[in-house]
């Protein structure tokens, strides 16, 4: 183990040429990033979550009830053995033939068993309450962390001038604002990576794991290596979208529609500014060209500015996605079904129902009329299965 982390912890990797560890450890008089100092992250990210749950529960959750936000969650399914049985050890989506079989043996038409597993599938999903709580929970710090950074920012001399990043770089101080900035980013995002396995289920899980995973790297990665500067830039300029969003997303569940529009447009805005022009320009310059002129490329430095590479290479697909949605939702006159990968996909269907489903009667004996056993029949079954979504604020 003692040989895996000297190997790992190899100072002509993760430092510039003729600087070692110790030149970097703390005196009297300085103060540099050290490695331990992540390991605060982990409890500060538990007490951010509980901070969160409170936040939640006596905030959100009030906020909500007064903008008539509905507490109740979709109808749920009547009690059913059998088919309970069905959903939860064999399939969430039966086929036909296990319809035909299930109709046959509880004397149920196949459209009513059909609705069963809506619902239950419904039951599982979150309420528009929910959805409410945890965008104002995100909303309410992204505010706070972008209002924290620009305060801090505006102060130094980076900002105004990249080049300050790398003048006598690694041996820039750490400074207490600093350093308090970083490990709460840090443990915020180590509560999302956490909670998301608690969180409102979303097809875009997988997605945002290696999201969270990949921001985590990265700051912790800019951390250990002193480039807590440039990283500061690439923090703050990230969270400047991700209030609007999240706001936009508030805006939706409330049925703000006008609200919500100008809101996305403004995200969309935002987003395709800062990622496609001021980041490349701004970020990427100064890590690739202004730090090659006064530092100078070590192999840290390569993999530090490649893991920036492929976030630019993200900006420009979440960026078409944005674009390509907004135009659909313009074709159809609507903006407000939308839906950045980067965040989420609150544009999905998460309540499944129809018109026609919702004004059907309670389950019933399965009629014997020969019309009727027709359209419940293959055709009947497929069609009524290809067309039950609607969209999030039905």
Known sequence: ??????????????????????????????????????YLAFPLAFCIFMIRLVFERFIARPCALGLKIQANGPQKAQPNAILEKVFTAITKHPDEKRLEGLSKQLDWDVRTIQRWFRQRRNQEKPSTLSKFCESMWRFT???????YGVRFLKKTSWLWDTRDCWYNYPYQTLTTELHYYYIVELSFYWSLMFSQFTDIKRKDFLIMFLHHLATIS??????????????????????????LLEAAKMANYVKCQRLCDLLFVMFGLVFISTRLAVFPVWILNTT????????????????????????????????????????????????????????????????????????????????????????????????????TTCPDEH
């Open 288 to 387: 690739v060209f202004e730090s090659w002129d006064i530092v100078g490329p070590y192999p840290s430095w390569w993999v530090f500015n490649l893991l920036l590479l492929l976030l630019q290479v993200l900006h420009c697909f979440w960026s078409y996605l944005i674009v390509k949605i907004a135009c659909k939702a313009i074709s159809k006159g609507k903006v407000g079904k939308w839906n950045p990968l980067h965040v989420s996909n609150d544009d999905r269907s998460d309540i499944e129902s129809s018109s026609d489903e919702e004004d059907a009667p309670s389950p019933t004996k399965k009629t014997h009329n020969t019309a009727t056993n027709g359209t419940n029949g293959a055709n009947g079954t497929n069609g009524y299965l290809t067309g």
């Open 1 to 38: 183990m003692a040989g895996i982390l000297v190997w790992f912890w190899n100072e002509r990797f993760w430092l510039p040429h003729n600087v070692t560890w110790a030149d970097l450890k703390n005196t009297d008089e300085a103060t540099f990033p050290q490695a331990e100092d992540l």
């Open 218 to 243: 990265l700051i912790t990665f800019s951390y250990v290596n002193n480039m807590v500067r440039v990283g500061t830039l690439v923090m703050c300029l990230h969270d400047a979208s991700d209030v």
């Open 141 to 147: 710090f992204y505010l706070y962390i972008f209002t």
